[in-house]
T-cell receptor, first 111, second 114 residues
Framework: GENVEQHPSTLSVQEGDSAVIKCTYS??????FPWYKQELGKGPQLIID?????GEKKDQRIAVTLNKTAKHFSLHITETQPEDSAVYFC??????????FGKGTRLSVIA | NAGVTQTPKFQVLKTGQSMTLQCAQD?????MYWYRQDPGMGLRLIYY???????DKGEVPNGYNVSRLNKREFSLRLESAAPSQTSVYFC?????????????FGDGTRLSIL
């Protein structure tokens, strides 16, 4: 089955800097790659997703890139703000089985 | 529009007690899921229901049972709670298909077993 590795497990950046979180997946048939943000005491919330027919997707300060050949995808957050501090999860699925999640990255944005 | 609602939000049980965690969604979604979240382990799938009337095991089903009561509701039961089941439990739903649609999560049930 699918296996998703996520790095780093913790990340600290200065406010205004960029943050990058990387995930690798094992199943070459995977075609859906969402990213979730989890704030303290809340459930994960979808922030952006990408499908295998697209290499990059942007939404304001957030972007996701996908490299199908290398089987990895990354989340990029530019101009980080204190409210970006949270735990971020990547996930992957070939579409006919449930999402498999990475173990999460705790992002701290230092003002 | 409440989305995914989980009850209770907090619960403390003694070893051996039983309990049912409730989940309801108001988005007319077909698929529903139960996860547990432990420190450093991410989200691990316990059971899921691809559509009303079906349920399937996930990665960590042992010690749990589920019931898809109707399209809106999906419950998780611990028949004989063990300390290893101390965790935060999340319910989620998606429109259709189990792996190619965004999942919407509730805010979790924090369960402690003494």
């Amino acid at each position: 089955g699918e296996n998703v590795e996520q790095h780093p497990s913790t990340l600290s950046v200065q406010e205004g800097d960029s943050a990058v979180i990387k995930c690798t997946y094992s199943d070459s048939a995977s075609n859906y790659f969402p990213w979730y943000k989890q704030e303290l005491g809340k459930g994960p919330q979808l922030i952006i997703d990408i499908r295998s027919n697209v290499g990059e997707k942007k939404d304001q300060r957030i972007a996701v890139t996908l490299n199908k050949t290398a089987k990895h995808f990354s989340l990029h957050i530019t101009e980080t703000q204190p409210e970006d501090s949270a735990v971020y999860f990547c996930a992957a699925s070939p579409g006919n089985t449930p999402l498999v999640f990475g173990k999460g990255t705790r992002l701290s944005v230092i003002a | 529009n409440a989305g995914v609602t989980q009850t209770p939000k907090f619960q403390v049980l003694k070893t051996g007690q039983s309990m049912t965690l409730q989940c309801a969604q108001d988005m007319n979604h077909n698929s529903m899921y139960w996860y547990r979240q432990d420190p450093g382990m991410g989200l691990r799938l316990i059971y899921y229901s691809a559509s009303e009337g079906t349920t399937d095991k996930g990665e960590v089903p042992n010690g749990y049972n589920v019931s898809r009561l109707n399209k809106r509701e999906f419950s998780l039961r611990l028949e004989s709670a063990a300390p290893s089941q101390t965790s935060v439990y999340f319910c989620a739903s998606s429109a259709q298909g189990v792996g190619n649609q965004p999942q919407h999560f509730g805010d979790g049930t924090r369960l402690s077993i003494l």
